[in-house]
């Protein structure tokens, strides 16, 4: 019989192997355009150093948690607090004040003296992302339905607004929500056939869903313009206001009313605060609707769709309206991203972004709104720290989704705070 220590040192050696056959692809060998043409370069010392990190990594990490299993069964068992009902946990106190003081942070940001045309246009990207994490969560997160293909309905919300500005001429904020709505309307349209569909086959399904949005968009020349894409998006106003230099025809200019010297800053900081409200709208809605019948119904569904069965909730209903939910919150973020950009072609609503979005939420924690906002943050902030660092961010990522998965499988704020609680009087 093998020792514990033989045990790890094979798990170490099993580990080094794989990490061999991969690094020699991705790291021993190294593409470099010259005049003579693509000469491939063989980098074998990152690949050694990359199987002897692995080796050692993976050998602590057995040891390591062997010393903690091991420290926790010694320690003795605290006797269980009373737990008083109405009474605030010591997380919720921890996640209210860590989102009061976020909520602080980004609303006073584009005023702050340090921030210029850089800051606040990260600012509004990793906005975006939140809200669309916000949107997929409550699919994935709280409803338990994996979807791969999330970034169709930011695609159809994009479109909505840029083709009913082209045609009818409508502006941003009659089309907010009507991009919103119809991309709901596809979320439902696209649970109806998949109401029966869990795991792998959904995920599937979803990751089609997704790529024939793209194709149709990219195909569809003589509506969506194919490639080319669809340009010349108006840009929202403030009250029949423009931040333009010179409005267009029946519009006032801001800088013009307000007597403030012109500057191109004044539409970004506009802007940045139209997703913020976008954001904080979006998270106290999901928030409303799980202390609801329908978000009790989306959290029994991601726990066990036979006892909710059981228990009388139409799961049907409950996959349609949690798709149309988040569907809705990704055609607003489609819809700001048109206004915000002016242009979009299909280029922008590749798979990678699904990706993205559904890497946010799983590292957050699947139903956490906070955690959503710190990795969202970690993601997009990412590739913004150096050129030569933001080459590997792909690497960042994977090596992030491993660490998460190993230690805490159910994300980086996995604790789920229950929308009922019982007055424990009678216990």
Known sequence: MATPIETKLKDSLAAAGLALVLSIPFIGLHTLSTDQGLVVESRWVWVAWAVGLV???????????????????SRPKKPARPVVAGEPTLAARLTRAFMVAALMFAVTLPFMPYSDRYIIDLGTTVLIYILLALGLNVTVGLAGLLDLGFVAFYA?????????????????????????????????????????????????????????????????????????????????????LSFDRRPPEGMGSFHELTGIDFSGEHRLMFLYLIVLALVCLAAWVINRLRAL???????????????????????????????????????????????????????????????????????GGMGSQVGVVIAALFIVMLPELGREFADYRMIVFGLAMITIMVWRPGGLLSTRVPTVKLDQKGA
């Open 156 to 240: 159809i919300g994009a479109y909505s607004f840029a083709l009913l500005a082209k045609f009818f001429g409508l502006d941003f904020w009659v089309c907010l929500p009507l991009s919103g709505l119809i991309a709901a309307l596809f979320g439902a349209l696209l649970s109806l056939p998949i109401l029966r569909l869990r795991g792998d086959y959904l995920a599937i399904v979803t990751l089609g869903f997704g790529e024939i949005t793209r194709i149709v968009i990219l195909n569809w020349q003589s509506l969506t313009g194919g490639p080319n894409g669809v340009s010349g998006i108006p840009r929202p106003g403030l009250f029949g």
């Open 55 to 73: 080796f050692i990594g993976r050998l602590l990490l057995g040891f390591a948690r062997d010393a903690l299993a091991a420290r926790a069964a």
């Open 293 to 363: 019948p329908v978000g009790r119904a989306w959290e029994a569904l991601r726990e066990d769709e036979i006892a909710c069965r059981s228990l009388g909730i139409n799961p049907t209903a409950s996959k349609v309206s949690a798709y149309a939910v988040g569907g809705m919150m990704g055609g607003f973020a489609g819809c700001f991203f048109a206004a915000r950009q002016g242009f979009v072609s299909p280029e922008s609503f590749g798979f990678i972004e699904s990706a993205l979005i559904l890497a946010i939420v799983v590292l």
